[in-house]
């Protein structure tokens, strides 16, 4: 079944029309703004909306969004897994309430006992002994690089071509048409060609990753263990342990970035999959809305570190933030771990994205779509190719941003929010099976509009 162009340009106008329509007061308030923000919106990707203007946010409460001109929607984003586990999980606004209200203090330059709490509690779940924290994944793996670049007095990092790890300076290379590691496409003021700190390899691709491992100057392979930045791929039997291997035949580390595959599982796809990483970053979801995040280090890479002298690690030496490991920011990564994204919650959130995954699957073949649906535990994503995409180049090139869109507007104006960036689906301990199935509902009737 192909896909008619010229009527898939036309419903995209009216999906657009009839959201300006519905949404009066976000776009005057995203009007007002445009006189006093960088691209009229507090963070520039904020302008990465399918209709046109942003929808404003009025509250938000488990997996239900309430936008300012008084819409509910049923919320598959869950801020891009910053808010996994659900908008405002009644432990983490107790835990944060007493923090900082009643106790007071989250800037104070002090530690609390609540960090070995997390610190523990992330080990028991990564299998890393000790912990370090941030406020973003960007900054555990900026922070990560300069460790095993200190650790191995190596300069490259060795990442998956389409990653994303955040705006992380060696992490924006690619690997071009003809093979060639290249720049990406729009890489904003590169402090140097990322080709000159980096090396790039598609994923699921062993052969690449031990020629460009050879050259024996890679310091770390920062991975995640299943792309989740460019639709879901998957590793391929046996690719993963080929990885580890290799990385430790040529004196490479290997960070596992868990940051949105802890969808896998409590520990991620490093416990799910009985991965062996020596450094394990996180962020967003940890701290159910709060800003935090963190690297885990084994007890080897902790003590090659300790054992060097000269590291500056306690003042201007490149790692670490003022506000990096506050008493506001473990308080809500305690609750969160402790009473909210818990072992039992994981299951059960596991259980409604296969609910998910089949209903897309099931729209997929009644209308013989060319399309695929890919899960990695609570989270599934669907492409615009089948069958799925095997490495990062060949999901890139099955990208469409006008189907995007067309969906995107299609289930906002009908009360279902999916990720921007993304065909993403994401399921919290709030989300409920009535909510997976307006999505099928809604999205069954996005593909007849467009093939019928
Ligand atoms: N790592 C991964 C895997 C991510 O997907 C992202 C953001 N999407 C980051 C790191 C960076 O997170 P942040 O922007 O919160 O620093």
């Given at each position: 079944?192909?896909?008619?162009?010229?009527?898939?340009?036309?419903?995209?106008?009216?999906?657009?029309?009839?959201?300006?329509?519905?949404?009066?007061?976000?776009?005057?308030?995203?009007?007002?703004?445009?006189?006093?923000?960088?691209?009229?919106?507090?963070?520039?990707?904020?302008?990465?909306?399918?209709?046109?203007?942003?929808?404003?946010?009025?509250?938000?409460?488990?997996?239900?969004?309430?936008?300012?001109?008084?819409?509910?929607?049923?919320?598959?984003?869950?801020?891009?897994?910053?808010?996994?586990?659900?908008?405002?999980?009644?432990?983490?606004?107790?835990?944060?309430?007493?923090?900082?209200?009643?106790?007071?203090?989250?800037?104070?330059?002090?530690?609390?006992?609540?960090?070995?709490?997390?610190?523990?509690?992330?080990?028991?779940?990564?299998?890393?002994?000790?912990?370090?924290?941030?406020?973003?994944?960007?900054?555990?793996?900026?922070?990560?690089?300069?460790?095993?670049?200190?650790?191995?007095?190596?300069?490259?990092?060795?990442?998956?071509?389409?990653?994303?790890?955040?705006?992380?300076?060696?992490?924006?290379?690619?690997?071009?048409?003809?093979?060639?590691?290249?720049?990406?496409?729009?890489?904003?003021?590169?402090?140097?060609?990322?080709?000159?700190?980096?090396?790039?390899?598609?994923?699921?691709?062993?052969?690449?990753?031990?020629?460009?491992?050879?050259?024996?100057?890679?310091?770390?392979?920062?991975?995640?263990?299943?792309?989740?930045?460019?639709?879901?791929?998957?590793?391929?039997?046996?690719?993963?342990?080929?990885?580890?291997?290799?990385?430790?035949?040529?004196?490479?580390?290997?960070?596992?970035?868990?940051?949105?595959?802890?969808?896998?599982?409590?520990?991620?796809?490093?416990?799910?999959?009985?991965?062996?990483?020596?450094?394990?970053?996180?962020?967003?979801?940890?701290?159910?809305?709060?800003?935090?995040?963190?690297?885990?280090?084994?007890?080897?890479?902790?003590?090659?570190?300790?054992?060097?002298?000269?590291?500056?690690?306690?003042?201007?030496?490149?790692?670490?933030?003022?506000?990096?490991?506050?008493?506001?920011?473990?308080?809500?990564?305690?609750?969160?771990?402790?009473?909210?994204?818990?072992?039992?919650?994981?299951?059960?959130?596991?259980?409604?994205?296969?609910?998910?995954?089949?209903?897309?699957?099931?729209?997929?073949?009644?209308?013989?779509?060319?399309?695929?649906?890919?899960?990695?535990?609570?989270?599934?994503?669907?492409?615009?190719?089948?069958?799925?995409?095997?490495?990062?180049?060949?999901?890139?090139?099955?990208?469409?941003?006008?189907?995007?869109?067309?969906?995107?507007?299609?289930?906002?104006?009908?009360?279902?929010?999916?990720?921007?960036?993304?065909?993403?689906?994401?399921?919290?301990?709030?989300?409920t099976e009535a909510d997976v199935d307006l999505h099928h509902e809604v999205f069954a009737a996005a593909v007849a509009d467009l093939v019928s």
């Amino acid at each position: 079944m192909m896909i008619d162009r010229t009527r898939l340009a036309r419903l995209l106008d009216r999906e657009r029309a009839a959201f300006r329509e519905r949404n009066p007061r976000s776009a005057a308030a995203y009007e007002q703004a445009r006189g006093h923000l960088f691209g009229g919106v507090p963070m520039t990707w904020m302008n990465k909306t399918a209709a046109g203007f942003p929808l404003y946010l009025a509250e938000a409460h488990g997996a239900r969004v309430t936008d300012l001109d008084c819409h509910e929607y049923v919320d598959l984003c869950l801020g891009d897994t910053g808010a996994m586990a659900g908008h405002s999980p009644r432990a983490t606004v107790e835990a944060v309430a007493d923090r900082f209200g009643r106790l007071g203090g989250a800037t104070v330059m002090m530690p609390t006992e609540d960090a070995a709490w997390v610190g523990a509690e992330l080990g028991r779940r990564f299998g890393l002994p000790y912990w370090s924290f941030s406020l973003t994944a960007t900054d555990a793996n900026r922070w990560a690089i300069r460790l095993a670049r200190a650790i191995t007095g190596r300069p490259k990092i060795l990442v998956n071509s389409y990653c994303y790890h955040g705006s992380v300076d060696e992490v924006l290379i690619v690997v071009g048409p003809d093979g060639e590691q290249v720049s990406r496409e729009g890489n904003v003021g590169a402090p140097v060609d990322p080709t000159v700190t980096s090396r790039v390899v598609e994923f699921n691709d062993l052969p690449s990753l031990e020629r460009e491992l050879a050259y024996g100057d890679v310091a770390a392979v920062l991975m995640e263990p299943a792309l989740t930045n460019i639709g879901i791929v998957l590793p391929e039997p046996g690719y993963l342990e080929g990885v580890r291997e290799l990385t430790r035949r040529y004196g490479s580390l290997l960070i596992n970035d868990e940051t949105h595959t802890l969808s896998a599982g409590p520990g991620g796809c490093t416990k799910a999959w009985d991965l062996h990483p020596d450094i394990v970053t996180i962020g967003k979801a940890i701290g159910g809305g709060i800003p935090s995040g963190g690297y885990g280090l084994s007890a080897e890479v902790a003590a090659r570190i300790e054992a060097m002298e000269g590291l500056d690690l306690v003042d201007m030496g490149g790692v670490g933030g003022t506000l990096a490991g506050n008493a506001l920011s473990v308080a809500a990564m305690r609750a969160t771990l402790e009473h909210v994204l818990t072992d039992d919650a994981f299951a059960a959130m596991t259980e409604l994205a296969t609910r998910f995954t089949k209903g897309v699957q099931e729209v997929i073949d009644a209308y013989g779509l060319p399309w695929s649906v890919t899960q990695l535990g609570a989270r599934a994503e669907y492409r615009f190719t089948s069958p799925a995409p095997r490495d990062g180049g060949e999901s890139n090139a099955a990208g469409d941003p006008d189907l995007d869109d067309y969906l995107h507007v299609y289930l906002a104006n009908r009360g279902v929010l999916l990720t921007p960036f993304h065909n993403m689906a994401l399921m919290s301990p709030a989300t409920t099976e009535a909510d997976v199935d307006l999505h099928h509902e809604v999205f069954a009737a996005a593909v007849a509009d467009l093939v019928s």
